[in-house]
């Protein structure tokens, strides 16, 4: 049913939660923000009432309406319409109408295989998306975080493209240092008790080291060779949760691998259907109301398929961090 109205939310032209409550007044509705939010996500079922205002709102020819509140009727099952399961908290929901920008890094032009991504956007072939350094995790997480918050404006772009009005948004950072300038400064920015190494030919060593004050430790991807290939058995994965140093209205959050396959894991491990649940539960146990919170963890590779970590197991978890913020 959420999936249906938010159908029809786009075929009205896709308002803003403000307009909807005020096409709601309009007509003689009340619709509150917060209320249609939840409803449109998915998290709380409407009431009849609200339901037949949204049909409303949204431009619903009056002769649909009987198949709604049919397929209403299905739903609530013989409940009273005020009974509503308490909303889980979900790290990937923020709050209304605050804007939500996703950021990558740019592959290098002189890294770029110009045949499938030609640089140049004059040409016919150009795909800009093909140039984006982790496409497979932003993809994913775009699709992931607008689906959850329909009435918040979230966008993605390379850190090449942001503006500076960009940096108010509540910023989702994907990748590590090595293409990710906004990771590596971030990085400082936030002191956090992690490193990322950068991947090039000159670097000995690949992985994320943590600083604490029992001396640093390192946890390193996992390589093997199939008739002269590079494989990838296991990646280490980091994510972070915390406060946006450019507004601290906002949050900033990292999701990093060693390699573009990890990077992807680091994306999935909350919101993955199988494992993401488990995930956030163990987290919220672990981080209760702080802010500023992260793990490193390994993910590994099954039959060359990334799989997303299991923070319930121990023996997938590197290291977490809780700090009060």
């Keep these: ?31 509150p923000r917060s209320t249609v939010n939840g409803v449109l996500a ?24 009987a198949a709604w509140t049919n ?77 959850l918050n329909p009435g918040n404006d979230v966008r993605f772009a390379t850190t090449n493209e942001l503006q500076e009005a960009d940096y108010a948004s509540h910023l989702v950072v994907i990748g590590g240092s090595d293409f990710n300038v906004l990771t590596r400064d971030m990085f400082a920015a936030l002191h956090l008790p992690v490193k990322l190494s950068f991947r090039s030919q000159e ?12 001396g640093p430790q390192r946890f390193s991807p996992v390589l093997g060779d199939e008739y002269g290939t590079r494989v990838l058995h296991e990646d280490v994965i980091l994510f972070f949760r ?45 981080v209760g109301a702080n802010q500023h919170f992260g793990f490193v963890a390994r993910a590994l590779v099954i039959d060359r398929v990334m799989a997303a970590p299991d923070l319930t197991n121990p023996d997938h978890r590197l290291y977490e961090w809780v700090r009060p913020e």
């Design 1 to 31: 049913m959420a999936e249906l109205l938010r159908q029809c939310r786009v075929r009205a032209g896709n308002p803003s939660l403000r307009e909807i409550e005020r096409l709601g007044e309009k007509r003689g509705h009340v619709l």
């Design 42 to 65: 998915g998290r709380r079922g409407p009431r009849r009432d609200l339901l037949l205002a949204l049909l409303d709102a949204f431009g619903v020819p009056g002769e649909d309406r």
């Design 71 to 147: 397929a209403w009727e299905r739903a609530v099952g013989g409940q009273p319409p005020e009974v509503v399961d308490e909303e889980t908290p979900d790290i990937w929901r923020f709050p209304p109408d605050e804007p939500v920008m996703i950021t990558c890094g740019r592959i290098p032009e002189s890294e770029v295989v110009s045949k499938f991504a030609p640089s140049d956007p004059r040409d016919p072939d150009h795909v800009d998306l093909l140039t984006y350094a982790d496409p497979d995790a932003l993809i994913h997480l775009f699709g992931h975080i607008r689906a």
């Design 203 to 214: 670097t000995d060593w690949l992985g994320v080291e943590v600083v604490n004050g029992d």
């Design 242 to 286: 915390g406060v946006n140093p450019l507004d601290r209205r906002r949050t900033i959050t990292i999701c990093a691998g060693g390699y573009a396959r990890g990077t992807l894991a680091a994306a999935r491990c909350l919101t993955d259907p199988v494992r993401g649940p488990a995930n956030q539960a163990y987290l919220r146990s672990r």
